[in-house]
């Protein structure tokens, strides 16, 4: 467990200059959009009331009140975030390439160390989550602040105040922030077993290099048709036989195979068949 920790921190740090980045970014983007989309709003309000001359609740009607709802729609928001999610989808793949294209065969040292190579491929798909995990935090910290940006740039009579769960609950924020720890074990599991997946498949490419690529894509398919296959033959060939609910149990099922399928196949590859 030590030596895993160890790789972990090994890990964190290697990317962490890097994140650090990733939040400055976010944080720039957001906070200089939401003073931006709040301008805007203000300018428009301003434009139909002094020129256009409409009364406060005509503009209202109209345009409807500005609130965290209408942020969260715009580029700014949802661009930041997405962005993130590629830098991130992009590390999934980086964290195992720049072992071997880095300087001075750092592959070689790392498969060397005296601990088992699977705690590489574990400490490796932690960084990742908790990479995740300090950007879902970060936002959360962000809403509050962003909230209270609109409440100065925006006139009482047009603000409409959101609760931070009312702002979770709105359109794909529901599936970054569940409601339930399960609904939040349930997503994220399902993110890492790809993450695992996507782990694996690397490996089948460093193992057996062009030929490797084909596998992987292979196997990508595999584990895909695995974890949903519950669905698909409930729905192409039994008609909708089964009851939601035991849909729902063989899907997790089928996704927990799916995800110890590629710790153990990953270990495998590790052990066995990885070149350096």
């Not at 490419?205 to 669905?231: C, D, M, N, T, W």
């Amino acid at each position: 467990m030590n030596r895993y920790l160890k790789l972990v921190n090994f890990e964190f740090t290697r990317f962490f200059k890097l994140y650090l980045v990733l939040i400055g970014i976010t944080i720039f983007l957001q906070v200089v959009g939401i003073i931006v989309d709040s301008r805007i709003y203000v300018g428009r309000a301003n434009k139909a009331i002094y020129e256009d001359l409409l009364t406060v609740s005509d503009f209202i009607s109209q345009y409807g009140k500005m609130s965290f709802y209408h942020f969260a729609s715009t580029g700014w928001f949802i661009g930041s975030m997405m962005f993130c999610g590629a830098v991130l989808l992009i590390y999934v793949f980086f964290i195992w390439y720049r072992d071997w294209f880095g300087k001075n065969t750092f592959s070689y040292r790392l498969l060397v160390l005296p601990t088992a190579r699977l705690n590489i491929y574990l400490a490796k798909a932690t960084t990742i989550l908790l990479f995740i995990l300090g950007l879902l935090a970060l936002q959360l910290l962000l809403i509050p602040v962003e909230q209270k940006v609109l409440q100065w740039l925006v006139p009482e009579e047009f603000l409409q105040t959101l609760t931070l769960q009312e702002i979770t609950n709105l359109y794909y924020l529901e599936i970054l922030f569940p409601n339930s720890f399960v609904d939040f074990i349930l997503y994220y599991g399902t993110g890492m077993a790809a993450v695992c997946v996507a782990f694996t498949a690397v490996l089948f490419e460093r193992s057996y290099r062009i030929k490797g690529i084909f596998l992987g894509v292979l196997y990508v398919g595999l584990s895909l048709l695995v974890a949903i296959g519950p669905l698909l033959i409930d729905e192409f060939l039994l008609g909708n036989y089964f009851y939601e609910n035991e849909l729902f149990y063989m899907v997790i099922a089928t996704g927990l195979l799916t995800w110890v399928g590629a710790i153990w196949i990953g270990n495998y590859l590790l052990n066995k068949k990885i070149r350096v």
